[in-house]
């Protein structure tokens, strides 16, 4: 058997969180109870933040609700402050995720705070949930790119995943949430993380907007990383451009995973099956 990699499916969350459409809770749980299926082993299903902010996240603690939970899968949810930490809790997320950026203009126009401010946010969230055993997941946004700032510097990236695990994050992933990435700049990037954070703590999330996210998937492989973020579907693309690249594709990860001879434990016939319930959520019938 070969070595484990294992997907994270954040489709529910990052994919869905994109949709201007208002997808019904009943078809998030119904994607969600489809993906239980597949051997995930975590699955990033609902957000915590502002409804002002991302209105299509505001159905969250129903989802977190109505699903059905299989054993051995944790459900997932972001919490950007304490007060999304109440709901998250309250909902019975079993891990959560804070979310921080390595370019400061990012880090305003998402959470509105400096980088700064956003990790003193995140200190009385990790404190609370150490003391309940909660798992932490920690995101670094645009670690090669931002839209405001343009290149981000390696090192940034690695000061902020720093911060992030030394907190107690205990897995931090690594974000090219605009899909700027090449294979260049993200072994350059991940070469600094890994000076600072262990790179089995280290998680990909590679947006697919230019088509380039398996090859900076297969650069971070080859830097050791083992765990990497998609989005059945491929969900997560522009809304105004039907078959716009957005996450990259769960089961085109899985597909290419399989074929380098890794094990991922997914059943891709169960993957097939949620694709196509979220390519029908975005009203695309291919
Ligand atoms: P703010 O406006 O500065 O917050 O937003 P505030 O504390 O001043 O509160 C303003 C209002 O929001 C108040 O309500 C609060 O109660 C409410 P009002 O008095 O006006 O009626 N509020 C909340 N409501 C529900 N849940 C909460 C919450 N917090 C405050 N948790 C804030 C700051 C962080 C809240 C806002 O900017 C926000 O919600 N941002 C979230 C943005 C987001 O979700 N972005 C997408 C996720 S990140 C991502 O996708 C990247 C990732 O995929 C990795 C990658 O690709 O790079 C992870
Ligand atoms: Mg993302």
């Known amino acids: 058997m070969g070595e484990l990699v294992e997907v994270y499916e954040v489709g529910p969350r990052d994919g869905l969180q994109n949709e201007k459409r208002e997808i019904p809770v009943a078809d998030k749980i119904a994607l969600i109870d489809c993906l239980s299926r597949a051997g995930f082993r975590r699955i990033e299903v609902a957000s915590f933040v502002s409804p002002k902010w991302?209105?299509?996240?505001?159905?969250?603690?129903?989802?977190?609700?109505?699903?059905?939970?299989?054993?051995?899968?944790?459900?997932?949810?972001?919490?950007?402050?304490?007060?999304?930490?109440?709901?998250?809790?309250?909902?019975?997320?079993?891990?959560?995720?804070?979310?921080?950026?390595?370019?400061?203009?990012?880090?305003?126009?998402?959470?509105?705070?400096?980088?700064?401010?956003?990790?003193?946010?995140?200190?009385?969230?990790?404190?609370?949930?150490?003391?309940?055993?909660?798992?932490?997941?920690?995101?670094?946004?645009?670690?090669?790119?931002?839209?405001?700032?343009?290149?981000?510097?390696?090192?940034?990236?690695?000061?902020?995943?720093?911060?992030?695990?030394?907190?107690?994050?205990?897995?931090?992933?690594?974000?090219?949430?605009?899909?700027?990435?090449?294979?260049?700049?993200?072994?350059?990037?991940?070469?600094?993380?890994?000076?600072?954070?262990p790179v089995t703590r280290l998680a990909g999330h590679f947006h697919d907007t230019n088509g380039r996210a398996i090859d900076n998937i297969d650069a971070a492989l080859a830097l050791g990383v083992r765990v990497f973020d998609a989005a059945v579907g491929g969900l997560g693309g522009c809304p105004y451009a039907p078959g716009a690249a957005g996450n990259v594709a769960t089961e085109d990860v899985a597909a290419h995973l399989q074929r380098l001879g890794y094990e991922t434990g997914l059943d891709i016939d169960v993957i097939e099956e949620a694709a196509q319930m979220a390519r029908a959520l975005r009203g695309w019938h291919v």
Not at 86 to 99: C, M, P, S, T
Not at 107 to 123: H, L, M
């Open 54 to 197: 991302v209105p299509q996240m505001a159905g969250s603690a129903q989802v977190l609700g109505g699903i059905t939970r299989a054993s051995g899968v944790r459900y997932a949810a972001l919490t950007p402050n304490m007060h999304g930490y109440g709901d998250a809790l309250a909902a019975k997320a079993d891990e959560i995720a804070v979310f921080a950026s390595a370019s400061e203009g990012f880090s305003k126009a998402n959470i509105n705070a400096s980088i700064a401010e956003s990790i003193e946010r995140f200190t009385p969230i990790l404190g609370a949930a150490r003391h309940i055993d909660l798992p932490v997941r920690g995101y670094v946004s645009c670690v090669t790119d931002c839209p405001y700032d343009g290149p981000t510097p390696p090192e940034k990236v690695a000061e902020v995943a720093d911060r992030l695990f030394a907190l107690g994050c205990y897995e931090v992933s690594l974000g090219d949430t605009i899909g700027q990435g090449t294979p260049d700049k993200v072994a350059h990037m991940l070469l600094a993380v890994r000076e600072r954070v």
